[in-house]
T-cell receptor, first 112, second 117 residues
Framework: DGGITQSPKYLFRKEGQNVTLSCEQNLNHDAMYWYRQDPGQGLRLIYYSQIVNDFQKGDIAEGYSVSREKKESFPLTVTSAQKNPTAFYLC???????????FGPGTRLTVT | AQSVAQPEDQVNVAEGNPLTVKCTYSVSGNPYLFWYVQYPNRGLQFLLKYITGDNLVKGSYGFEAEFNKSQTSFHLKKPSALVSDSALYFCAVRAPRTTDSWGKLQFGAGTQVVVTP
């Protein structure tokens, strides 16, 4: 899982609560990404950031928010507005020279 | 917009036999193509990529893939499968930098590979 850490590995929340997922990288990569993974649907892009203090909505940004105050950190908040938040969430960063994305180990969020 | 299709939800192969996982793509311009592997409850691991050059790309763990521009395909292959190759495999495509500087990847739905002893 390279130099990307995500915490916690498992997260349980009650419906209606906001929750923040942590993503930290020590690879000195500028670009970072958040994906959501559901069975049989592959990975879908939630938000991405190319530089500190700048980020863009991906394909399924509704109900999510992010911040990028430091190059190393890209936390994702799952808000109560997200209709189906239970999923596996993956954070990634990209090597600008090789174009490869490096993934963290993921956080499995369960909302009941 | 780019897209990726992995037509098989699951591929079953006996250990020692050749393994092929299919991927076709759609993108404007010359594609950047990637294969990743995922083990249960883990993040994705990079296997190989095609950016430019030789159409046959060799990657980690004995895997290779062939870029076929006319068929818009990038099938993953391994000559002799191992039980430990059992995992979920994802193909991904990004548009060239001239059209997408953000480096966004479009992933296929994934193919579960099951290798039996």
């Amino acid at each position: 899982d390279g130099g990307i850490t995500q915490s916690p590995k498992y997260l349980f929340r009650k419906e209606g609560q906001n929750v923040t997922l942590s993503c930290e990288q020590n690879l000195n990569h500028d670009a970072m990404y958040w994906y959501r993974q559901d069975p049989g649907q592959g990975l879908r892009l939630i938000y991405y950031s190319q530089i500190v203090n700048d980020f863009q909505k991906g394909d399924i940004a509704e109900g999510y928010s992010v911040s990028r105050e430091k190059k190393e950190s890209f936390p994702l908040t799952v808000t109560s507005a997200q209709k189906n938040p239970t999923a596996f969430y993956l954070c990634a960063s990209r090597n600008r020279e090789t174009y490869e994305q490096y993934f963290g180990p993921g956080t499995r969020l369960t909302v009941t | 917009a780019q897209s990726v299709a992995q037509p098989e939800d699951q591929v079953n192969v006996a250990e020692g036999n050749p393994l092929t996982v299919k991927c076709t793509y759609s993108v404007s311009g010359n594609p950047y193509l990637f294969w990743y592997v995922q083990y249960p409850n883990r993040g994705l691991q990079f296997l190989l990529k095609y950016i430019t050059g030789d159409n046959l790309v060799k990657g980690s763990y004995g895997f290779e893939a062939e870029f076929n521009k006319s068929q818009t395909s990038f099938h993953l292959k391994k000559p002799s499968a191992l039980v430990s190759d059992s995992a979920l495999y994802f193909c991904a495509v990004r548009a060239p930098r001239t059209t997408d500087s953000w480096g966004k990847l479009q992933f296929g739905a994934g193919t579960q590979v099951v290798v039996t002893p």
